[in-house]
Nanobody, 118 residues
Framework: QVQLVESGGGLGQPGGSLRLSCAAD????????MAWYRQAPGKERELVAT???????TYADFVKGRFTIGRDNAKNTLSLQMNSLKPEDTAVYYC????????????WGKGTPVTVSS
């Protein structure tokens, strides 16, 4: 079992920045894939960014060049630096972890809300 707890959400201004963190209660060194998802009101949950155990990252087109995902295996944390915020970034942001095993293990945090508004 891996428990994930997000923090850092809140109110951000258009054009501003926020930094989200996700703390795991165990070592993340062995976690093959970690990611951030988000879910806006009335919409389906969507993938924002991923990072592999080796540090390879991918981003959704709508955040490319603005958001940066990172993982610190020593501190057991995942981060999401969000710059150039837009009102459409308003959503609840979720931390996700996947361990490739049989069967695969997947874990979710409870989410942290982000509101972008002036």
């Amino acid at each position: 079992q891996v428990q994930l707890v997000e923090s850092g959400g809140g109110l951000g201004q258009p054009g501003g920045s926020l930094r989200l963190s996700c703390a795991a209660d165990t070592s993340i060194f062995g976690i093959n894939l970690m990611a951030w998802y988000r879910q806006a009101p009335g919409k389906e949950r969507e993938l924002v960014a991923t990072i592999t155990r080796g540090g390879t990252t991918t981003y959704a087109d709508f955040v490319k060049g603005r958001f940066t995902i990172g993982r610190d295996n020593a501190k057991n944390t995942l981060s999401l630096q969000m710059n150039s915020l837009k009102p459409e970034d308003t959503a609840v942001y979720y931390c996700f972890a996947k361990i490739v095993s049989l069967p695969p293990q997947e874990y979710w945090g409870k989410g942290t809300p982000v509101t972008v508004s002036s």
